[in-house]
């Protein structure tokens, strides 16, 4: 099946700071990737809708100008979490849409992020 | 808004037992249904899925039938294994969208 990456796994951050997170299908073109947040025993939040070439979709209450996303190539987007704070630290995860492959989303592991 | 609601885990069984995890949906319209496994470690991956009312989704000896009467999607499986240990989500989409709405997980343990 088809295989989407994320870098880094897993991330520690000082408050302030702005932490980027890749994510990169890595057999397939993604025309749309989604990245998603998720918290302990809790659903996968959609934060935004990424096309490549264009600006991103973000849901409701998710803040564009904290959550810079950019969808550069149709294989990789990046999620910059800028100016993060302690109540930013979540479980990002992104998907990948791709190229006539109807009904099916490909999910990468997931990027732990720690901001102490 | 639309929305998935699965049972509360986590779940614990022996290997060979009867596995069902419940899932139900709020939703305008005919959306497609789906189940995803989550494996540790790993990203989530689709198990099985359904478009239409009455269709029956199956894979690696899991199924779920779309029941738009009861607004339900429910996983079984007959005979769990140890490798069937993993977080299952629910989720729906509507009208060809590729945007996904999850259930909370249900995580699923399979004791020798």
């Known amino acids: 099946g088809a295989v989407v990456s994320q870098h880094p796994s897993w991330v520690i951050c000082k408050s302030g700071t702005s932490v980027k997170i890749e994510c990169r299908s890595l057999?397939?073109?993604?025309?749309?990737m989604f990245w998603y947040r998720q918290f302990p025993k809790q659903s996968l939040m959609l934060m935004a809708t990424s096309n490549e070439g264009s600006k991103a979709t973000y849901e409701q209450g998710v803040e564009k100008d904290k959550f810079l996303i950019n969808h550069a190539s149709l294989t990789l987007s990046t999620l910059t979490v800028t100016s993060a704070h302690p109540e930013d630290s979540s479980f990002y995860i992104c998907s990948a849409h791709g190229t006539g492959r109807a009904y099916e989303q490909y999910f990468g592991p997931g990027t732990r992020l720690t901001v102490t | 808004g639309d929305s998935v609601t699965q049972m509360e885990g986590p779940v614990t069984l022996s290997e060979e037992a009867f596995l069902t995890i419940n899932c139900t949906y709020t939703a305008t319209g005919y959306p497609s249904l789906f189940w995803y496994v989550q494996y540790p470690g790993e990203g989530l991956q689709l198990l099985l899925k359904?478009?239409?009312?009455?269709d029956k989704g199956s894979n690696k000896g899991f199924e779920a039938t779309y029941r738009k009467e009861t607004t339900s999607f429910h996983l079984e499986k007959g005979s769990v294994q140890v490798s069937d240990s993993a977080v299952y989500f629910c989720?729906?989409?509507?009208?060809?969208?590729?945007?996904?709405?999850f259930g909370k997980g249900t995580k699923l343990t399979v004791n020798p």
């Open positions: 057999d397939f073109q993604a025309t749309t």
């Open positions: 989720a729906l989409s509507q009208g060809g969208s590729e945007k996904l709405v």
């Open positions: 359904a478009t239409k009312a009455d």
